[in-house]
């Protein structure tokens, strides 16, 4: 798969992505509305059986009041008993809403009636009248939303249109709210026939929730469906990306696995074709020579076959360590004694700090060493000038620091994230002036990491570099 395909591919993905994300926010939000338009129903549908209850109590206590002013008023009792006894059975006969608003109105007739004939009956509502309801109506809101389904908090009030104030409120925490965002109810209006009729205002202080509330299995997978799209897309694209870098990896790797084993490979075989000649045969310095380069270029490919086999076991967890305990100055003196010919070569140094106070660890003495070798390998092959090394030792609190630092060529900070990966190497453009696998540091690591302990790395590009390990002290 080409870069461009790579691109195209992940670009329609992406908008496939997007767009069944789109499509389910879509639905979410229809199903919300849906859920209001329901919750706007069961509200006007509940507050209107409240309405009619509140209706009916307020005719009976009319009526009521209309009988002890006419038992008050004995010289009337005939107009009484002939229109109050009308009111009665037809309050006795309401069933509905239209049934009070049918009776208002003749309640309004009998009260003009009696205007006419001179009775003083005070018709006016009493302002007292919802105050001394005011427990019954907030009962009967709450039941009659509960056989709805809404077991939400709520606020209620009672607005006096012809006052233009609110006669009554539940708590009085939501006065702006109830005025500008409430449900709004007419009350009938028990009075005169032209009474501006009271106004019963319903307010949900928490109606998005509860609505949302009821939507919450739908979000909950909808969640879960988003995360698992945005999770596979992400996977799937550093799987791409990983596998391509992982090619050009391995692609790098057989290149130089390739030149590596050819160099020793050549020489050896130059070396051999030079022991057949008779006269070199003859010249016992020269030939010893030639020996001596077929056994260095021979130990040289056993260490590189070696490294690659040792790799190949901790990818397939087969690694055993034999662990007992250890000297790790002894263990420092004996990488730094290994590597005194090639550092001797570049007519560098390598000096010691070992102030360690605790330095007995528990681990395998045979890795622990190729670990400071491979970072002292490291440290000679990238340095562009005399190699200046300095290996040091420091306790901190129950763990032994050992830190490696050189005057190399450095690391960039993106390639200080990568350098521990298997395979990977700090790129250097077109000039290929250092040999190796990319596989030291991912041994040193997986090592390291086998002994319970850390490895890090502090550098800057031509300041040289500073690898510390931490390992756990016996």
């Known amino acids: 798969m080409n870069k461009w395909t790579t691109y195209i591919f992940i670009l329609l993905v992406t908008l496939a992505t997007i767009g069944l994300m789109m499509i389910q926010v879509y639905w979410i939000r229809d199903a919300v509305k849906l859920k209001q338009a329901i919750f706007f129903s069961d509200v006007k549908e509940s507050i209107s059986k409240v309405i009619f209850e509140i209706d009916k109590i307020k005719l009976e206590e009319r009526i009521k009041k209309q009988r002890k002013f006419f038992e008050d008023n004995r010289s009337s009792f005939r107009v009484y008993?002939?229109?109050?006894?009308?009111?009665?059975?037809?309050?006795?006969?309401?069933?509905?809403?239209?049934?009070?608003?049918?009776?208002?109105?003749?309640?309004?007739?009998?009260?003009?009636?009696?205007?006419?004939?001179?009775?003083?009956?005070?018709?006016?509502?009493?302002?007292?009248?919802?105050?001394?309801?005011?427990?019954?109506?907030?009962?009967?809101?709450?039941?009659?939303?509960?056989?709805?389904?809404?077991?939400?908090?709520?606020?209620?009030?009672?607005?006096?249109?012809?006052?233009?104030?609110?006669?009554?409120?539940?708590?009085?925490?939501?006065?702006?709210?109830?005025?500008?965002?409430?449900?709004?109810?007419?009350?009938?209006?028990?009075?005169?026939?032209?009474?501006?009729?009271?106004?019963?205002?319903?307010?949900?202080?928490?109606?998005?929730?509860?609505?949302?509330?009821?939507?919450?299995?739908?979000?909950?997978?909808?969640?879960?469906?988003?995360?698992?799209?945005?999770?596979?897309?992400?996977?799937?694209?550093?799987?791409?990306?990983?596998?391509?870098?992982?090619?050009?990896?391995?692609?790098?790797?057989?290149?130089?696995?390739?030149?590596?084993?050819?160099?020793?490979?050549?020489?050896?075989?130059?070396?051999?074709?030079?022991?057949?000649?008779?006269?070199?045969?003859?010249?016992?310095?020269?030939?010893?020579?030639?020996?001596?380069?077929?056994?260095?270029?021979?130990?040289?490919?056993?260490?590189?076959?070696?490294?690659?086999?040792?790799?190949?076991?901790?990818?397939k967890g087969q690694l055993k360590l034999k662990k007992n305990s250890n000297d790790i100055h002894d263990i420092i003196r004996a990488a730094v004694g290994s590597k005194k010919i090639a550092i001797e070569n570049k007519d560098g140094s390598i000096d010691l700090e070992l102030k360690a106070r605790h330095f007995v660890i528990s681990g395998d003495n045979i890795h622990l060493t190729n670990v400071i070798i491979n970072l002292l390998d490291n440290a000679i092959k990238y340095c562009v000038q005399t190699p200046r090394i300095v290996v040091n030792t420091n306790n901190n609190g129950n763990s032994l620091l050992i830190r490696v630092k050189d005057n190399g060529i450095g690391i960039s900070k993106s390639n200080r994230k990568k350098i521990f990966e298997k395979l990977y190497r700090v790129p250097t453009g077109n000039i290929h002036n250092f040999k190796g696998f990319g596989l030291g540091l991912s041994y040193v690591k997986a090592i390291v990491d086998e002994h319970n302990g850390d490895v890090s790395v502090d550098s800057e590009p031509g300041k040289g570099s500073t690898f510390t390990i931490k390992l756990p002290i016996k």
């Not at 925490?173 to 965002?181: H, Q």
């Open 81 to 315: 008993d002939s229109l109050n006894q009308v009111m009665y059975y037809n309050y006795k006969n309401i069933n509905s809403q239209t049934d009070i608003d049918r009776f208002v109105q003749n309640s309004n007739l009998v009260n003009k009636i009696i205007s006419d004939l001179n009775f003083s009956y005070n018709q006016k509502d009493p302002g007292n009248f919802y105050y001394s309801k005011k427990s019954l109506i907030e009962s009967m809101i709450k039941h009659a939303l509960n056989e709805k389904g809404i077991n939400t908090s709520f606020e209620f009030g009672i607005y006096s249109r012809a006052t233009n104030s609110m006669i009554l409120q539940k708590t009085g925490k939501y006065p702006e709210e109830l005025v500008n965002e409430s449900f709004v109810f007419d009350l009938s209006p028990i009075g005169s026939l032209f009474a501006i009729p009271n106004q019963l205002l319903i307010y949900f202080p928490n109606e998005r929730g509860f609505i949302i509330s009821q939507l919450w299995l739908l979000l909950a997978v909808s969640v879960i469906l988003f995360l698992v799209i945005i999770v596979s897309f992400s996977f799937s694209i550093y799987t791409i990306f990983r596998q391509k870098r992982l090619s050009i990896m391995k692609n790098d790797f057989i290149n130089n696995m390739t030149h590596e084993f050819k160099t020793p490979i050549s020489t050896i075989a130059l070396a051999c074709e030079a022991l057949k000649d008779k006269d070199i045969q003859k010249t016992e310095s020269l030939y010893d020579n030639y020996v001596g380069v077929i056994s260095e270029e021979n130990g040289r490919l056993g260490l590189m076959s070696e490294q690659i086999l040792q790799t190949a076991i901790i990818d």
